[in-house]
């Protein structure tokens, strides 16, 4: 096998902020969410590997990509993501995405824009919602508030570990226009107590993706599975209250991701909302047609 194991964090689709194939999704389509999950897992360990050189960790997304194609590379994450493909007849144009995703992660450290990062989200976060809904055979008519969502899901994540991610990876998410506009450097990231400006430039990205997750909400609604539909509810549920929560504490400082015992509650709330809007919906079908 290739070195790509001997990079592996250890980290599972357990560990993960938001749910991954939980319970909810049909057990016909676990396997192959989860050798998508496992693939992404493993390009992401090589990506964030601390002391691998860049020609190494470039060369291995290389060899995982190669596996994935032809099946030339003996990369048991790409090996296994392949068969699964195969076996529903769906090509790897999502995988592949990733990769270019993951190259980025490698070689790219800064954001100027928001505009940069939002073309970041279209390789490293969009693509997953894609890759599900193909494999549930959902329309392509519902990518557009999938990718809102999964660009608010990965904003959100970059948000909540900005001082991690620089202390560790000398890397910044937040966009430097933001940083440079309110009289800061990234270097302000490796301290654990965000000054007001700093909260306050956070405060601003977690308005925009407020946005993002405005755009999303009917989402669920358009999604005909109706077990995928409520694991996007909830999803969506726990996103938004993280945001809320980006826009009122310190990520240098206090914690902002959710607890097991916060994300079961906010998941059963939003079960139960969604349950009762997918039954309107089905009553009077025609009302909620004429959405915007």
């Known amino acids: ?39 992404a897992r ?54 592949l995405d990733l990769l270019e995703a993951f190259r980025r992660d490698v070689t790219k450290s800064r954001y100027t824009s928001w505009d940069e990062l939002m073309d970041y989200c279209r390789y490293s976060a969009m693509p997953v919602g894609r890759f599900v809904l193909d494999v549930h055979g959902e329309s392509e008519a519902t990518w557009p508030l999938s990718d809102n969502l999964c660009a608010a899901l990965q904003i959100i994540n970059h948000l909540q570990d900005c001082g991690r991610d620089y202390r560790l990876l000398d890397r910044v998410y937040i966009p430097l226009d ?30 925009r993706t407020a946005g993002l997750l405005a755009g999303s909400r009917m989402f669920c609604h358009q999604i005909r599975d109706g077990r995928l539909a409520a694991e996007v509810a909830i999803i969506q549920a726990l996103a938004e209250d993280l945001n809320l929560r980006l826009m009122e504490r310190d990520p240098l400082s206090d914690r902002v991701h959710h607890s097991k015992a916060e994300m079961l509650g906010i998941a059963l709330r939003a079960a139960s909302r969604f349950a009762v809007g997918r039954a309107r919906i089905k009553s009077h079908p025609s009302s909620f047609a004429r959405r915007p």
Do not use: W
């Open 42 to 95: 493993a390009a992401d360990d090589v990506a964030d590997h601390p002391t691998a050189g860049v020609s190494e960790r470039l060369a291995l997304l290389q060899s995982m990509e190669n596996g994935l194609i032809d099946g030339t590379e003996a990369v048991a994450e790409a090996s296994e993501l392949r068969s699964a493909l195969a076996s529903r007849s769906l090509p790897p144009r999502h995988a």
């Open 178 to 207: 933001y940083l440079e506009e309110a009289g800061l450097s990234p270097d302000i990231l490796k301290h654990f107590l965000a000054p007001a400006a700093l909260k306050d430039v956070i405060r601003k990205l977690a308005q």
């Open 1 to 39: 096998m290739s070195d790509v194991s001997a990079l592996a964090s250890g980290k599972g689709h357990h560990d993960e902020n938001f749910p991954v194939a939980s319970f909810l999704i049909h057990p016909r389509h676990r396997p192959i969410i989860l050798a998508f999950y496992r693939f």
